[in-house]
């Protein structure tokens, strides 16, 4: 229902960490992706019956994935030191994979680095 899926994405949101850096108040420390799957499997068209009585169904498949991309930082700017510079340093690390994903697509590579991120690995049916 509608309001479930907003309930779920409100609890998505209520799990971010933001942290305050020199260059803004409420900066998030994490990308969110929220990924919805939809199957829809009416019955086939005269209810053709497969060996052994059962009916045989057709599936139709749907994904919608929303993503809330952390920012990337100038580490120096930024000043974070300790966790917010490892934090930063993945969240750096993972814009870098995707957009070498996305580059690797338009330029039609035959060899596309999903793998080089948990973040591209998660999207990588939807790129």
């Known amino acids: 229902s509608p309001d479930a899926l907003l309930k ?3 609890r998505g949101r209520n799990n971010i960490v933001y942290a305050e850096t020199k260059m803004n108040k409420a900066s998030s420390r994490s990308h969110a992706v929220m990924q919805l799957k939809v199957m829809r499997r009416p019955r086939t068209a005269g209810g053709a019956q497969q060996a052994g009585g059962a009916q045989k ?7 919608l994935s929303v993503v809330d991309l952390a920012g990337s930082e100038r580490v120096k700017k930024s000043g974070v030191t300790g966790k917010g510079l490892k934090e930063a340093a993945n969240i750096n690390g993972s814009l870098l994979a995707l957009g070498n994903v996305i580059q690797a697509l338009a330029s039609k590579k035959k060899h596309i680095p999903y793998r080089d991120s948990k973040l591209t690995r998660i999207l990588q049916d939807s790129v």
């Open 8 to 10: 779920l994405f409100a």
């Open 57 to 63: 169904f057709q599936a139709t498949l749907g994904k």
